[in-house]
């Protein structure tokens, strides 16, 4: 059974960082493209950053670039977000999605995207506040 669940939101003050983890089971992330995507108020679904299998070629969206790091651990089957100088405008509900239809990515070179439609497994969310 696939499942992915992310945790470590919370509230921050501007400039803080935070850590979410999401944890996934039923595959594995050495086989599979994994991202961070975060949904504000009112707004549209937004992609954070996305790695291939292994963790391999991160990609980030623009405004998160030198300030958010994905990784992964293989043996604990979870992906980090590791997240710095966090802004106001951080603020959102922060999820993790794989992709899977294309099957096991083993020994393939991958460059991700951040397109929703393309991750057909998602967890559940987690909250990040940043205050100003």
């Known amino acids: 059974d696939v499942q992915l669940q992310a945790s470590g939101g919370g509230l921050v003050q501007t400039g803080g960082s935070l850590m979410l983890s999401c944890s996934v089971s039923g595959f594995t992330l050495d086989a599979y493209p994994v991202a961070w995507f975060r949904q504000a108020p009112g707004k549209e679904r937004e992609g954070v950053g996305c790695?291939?299998?292994?963790?391999?070629?991160?990609f980030y969206t623009d405004s998160v670039k030198g300030r958010f790091t994905i990784s992964t651990d293989n043996a604990k089957n979870t992906v980090y977000l590791q997240m710095n100088d966090l802004k106001p405008e951080d603020t959102a509900n922060y999820s993790c999605?794989?992709?899977?239809?294309?099957?096991?990515?083993?020994?393939?070179?991958?460059?991700?995207?951040?397109?929703?439609?393309?991750?057909?497994?998602w967890g559940q969310g987690t909250q990040v506040t940043v205050s100003s």
């Open positions: 790695v291939g299998p292994d963790g391999a070629n991160p």
């Open positions: 999605a794989a992709i899977l239809w294309m099957g096991p990515q083993h020994g393939k070179i991958w460059y991700c995207a951040l397109r929703v439609s393309t991750y057909d497994r």
